[in-house]
Structure formats: structure tokens, C-alpha cells
């Protein structure tokens, strides 16, 4: 009785120090490797653009290339809207440098092995993996600490969410934030 009691406190707990953001409210200040190895601060970012925050389950597979692609595709659009792309996921750094460089990614990855910014944002996640890419024809392995659910966040200039999405189409990611950053002026 006493360790059933014990375990239903810990969850309840648990459920309570889960983040649940929502548009208006004040984006978490986080910071994490990028896909250089760098530190990379929000707060050198927030209110300088708006900050696109997408997070993806894991580098090289089908889906997060896909919505890393169409990120890709439209960055110019992007960019002359004010905004600054930044993907999140699990990954660990070399995981993020390979993918960037693979696909010609051109914004910044970080690297949420530990689920910390996942966690800041209320994403949730769930365990690790790893997947297998041929690069330069050599099969390469990639490990994450953390599978990261596929949720986008926009950040306005003030640094208040300005747009959540927990259910991403991963290809049409992109456009969907444009539209949403085209109604923020």
C-alpha cells in the first residue's frame, strides 16, 4: 500500500512540474550545443528576430528530413520575414554537424541529448535510439539521448510564444510558420 501511494504521489508530482506553454505566455530561456559544438544561448537570440523552434524526433530519418528540407527550402522566405530557424532534437552534436552538412541545412541544429530544452518548452519525449546513414560511402551510426515529438513554437520580438503546434505536418512546417509569422506584423 504504502509504495503504491508513494508511486502515484511521484507521478502526480511529476505531472506537475510539466510545462504546458501557450501563446502569449514568456518563451523559456534555454541554451545548448549547436551544430558546431558552440554554446548557443536564447538570450542572444530573443528579440533580436523571431525565433522559429521546431522540434523533430531524429536527425536522418524520413519525416524530420522532410520538414529540415522544407526549412531549408524556404529560408530565404523566412529570413525576409525577420525570423531565425532554429531545429531541436535529441541528437548529440556530430548527429546534428552530419545532417546539417548532408542536407546543406542552412540554420542552426542544436543538440538536446539530454531533452533539457525539450523540457523547458513542455515537449515531451520519450527514449533515445539510433539510425544509420551511408556518408561517403561509409554506413555511419547516429545516437540520441531522446526521441523529441514533432512540436513547433514561433517566439515574437517581445519573447512571448506567439504560435504552438503539437501536431507538425513535417513537410509543410515551413509554410505554415510563414503564414503565421505574415499575421505577426
Request: proline residues 2%.
Amino acid at each position: 500500500m504504502n509504495a503504491t501511494l508513494a508511486l502515484f504521489v511521484l507521478a502526480a508530482l511529476s505531472l506537475q512540474d510539466k510545462v504546458d506553454l501557450k501563446v502569449g505566455d514568456a518563451a523559456p530561456s534555454f541554451s545548448a550545443k549547436d551544430d558546431a559544438g558552440a554554446d548557443w544561448k536564447s538570450s542572444d537570440h530573443v528579440g533580436k528576430k523571431i525565433l522559429v523552434v521546431y522540434f523533430y524526433p531524429a536527425s536522418f530519418t524520413p519525416g524530420c528530413t522532410k520538414e529540415a528540407c522544407a526549412y531549408r527550402d524556404d529560408q530565404k522566405s523566412l529570413s525576409d520575414a525577420g525570423a531565425e530557424v532554429i531545429g531541436v532534437s535529441g541528437d548529440e552534436v556530430k548527429n546534428q554537424e552530419a545532417f546539417k552538412k548532408f542536407h546543406k541545412l542552412n540554420f542552426t541544429l542544436l543538440a538536446d541529448d539530454q531533452g533539457e530544452v525539450a523540457k523547458a518548452f513542455g515537449v515531451d519525449t520519450k527514449s533515445g535510439g539510433t539510425v544509420k546513414q551511408k556518408i561517403d560511402d561509409k554506413e555511419e551510426q547516429f545516437n540520441r539521448g531522446v526521441t523529441e515529438m514533432r512540436w513547433t513554437f514561433v517566439i515574437d520580438k517581445a519573447g512571448k510564444i506567439a504560435y504552438k503546434n503539437t501536431k507538425v505536418d513535417a513537410p509543410k512546417d515551413s509554410k505554415t510558420v510563414l503564414e503565421v509569422i505574415s499575421k505577426l506584423k
